[in-house]
């Protein structure tokens, strides 16, 4: 069974720094490309950042670039985003996602973390 | 600045058949944009229903199709069944970049 478990989210003043991670099992995690997306409470889906398989191909969305640091670690099969100069926009659910960088397929879901940006 | 559209809410009746639709403002929507199509009920991540257009995960029931028609994408759902009543997003590939749509809330009445 594939198992996708974020952790790392919580209240975290603007300007601030955090890191999600994300714990994978359940599939061969060498073979995947994995993804961040991100919603809003009550908003819809925003792509936030891709890597694939090796950590050679890397994209951010804009309204990220720059701030955010997408990385995985093959021996932990773990993703991780280093979020920085966190913004009050950047509140939402963070989901990490498996990706098929050769199929261009979203497949298996994480439940999400909840990053609040807050004075 | 890509935009992707969906028809913000659709009703349908149960065992009846319903088409979701994702416009880009850029222009036609095509199969080299990979369209993604998922499903998200209230509480719940979101769960992938379809990739490249039209091709199926192992765990999308057969009621749920992808396409394109006239230039856009299109998730198709025939004889909808009442726990199809759920947001819908569809996803699209544009320069290096994933861009989602706005979603659309379909009701089963």
């Known amino acids: 069974e594939v198992q996708l478990v974020e952790s790392g989210g919580t209240v975290v003043r603007p300007g601030g720094s955090l890191r999600l991670s994300c714990v994978t099992s359940?599939?061969?995690?060498?073979?995947?490309?994995m993804s961040w997306v991100r919603q809003a409470p009550g908003k819809g889906l925003e792509w936030v950042s891709s890597?694939?398989?090796?950590?050679?191909?890397?994209g951010y969305a804009d309204s990220v670039k720059g701030r955010f640091t997408i990385s995985r670690d093959k021996a932990k099969t773990s993703l991780y985003l280093q979020m920085n100069h966190l913004r009050d926009e950047d509140t939402a659910f963070y989901f990490c996602?498996?990706?098929?960088?050769?199929?261009?397929?979203?497949?298996?879901w994480g439940q999400g973390t909840l990053v609040t940006v807050s004075s | 600045q890509t935009v992707l559209t969906q028809e913000p809410s659709l009703t349908v009746s149960p065992g009846g058949t319903v088409t979701l639709t994702c416009t880009s403002n850029?222009?036609?929507?095509?199969?080299?944009?990979?369209p993604n199509w998922f499903q998200q009920k209230p509480g719940q991540p979101p769960r992938s229903l379809i990739h490249?257009?039209?091709v199926k995960h192992s765990w999308t029931p057969a009621r749920f199709s992808g396409s394109l028609l006239g230039g856009k994408a299109a998730l198709t759902l025939s004889g909808v069944q009442p726990e199809d009543e759920a947001d819908y997003y569809c996803?699209?590939?544009?320069?290096?970049?994933?861009?989602f749509g706005g979603g659309t809330k379909l009701t089963v009445l």
């Open positions: 996602v498996t990706y098929d960088f050769w199929k261009y397929a979203f497949f298996y």
């Open positions: 359940g599939f061969n995690f060498d073979e995947y490309g």
């Open positions: 890597i694939n398989w090796n950590g050679h191909s890397i």
């Open positions: 850029t222009g036609a929507v095509t199969d080299i944009d990979y």
């Open positions: 490249s257009t039209s």
């Open positions: 996803l699209v590939y544009y320069g290096g970049a994933w861009v």
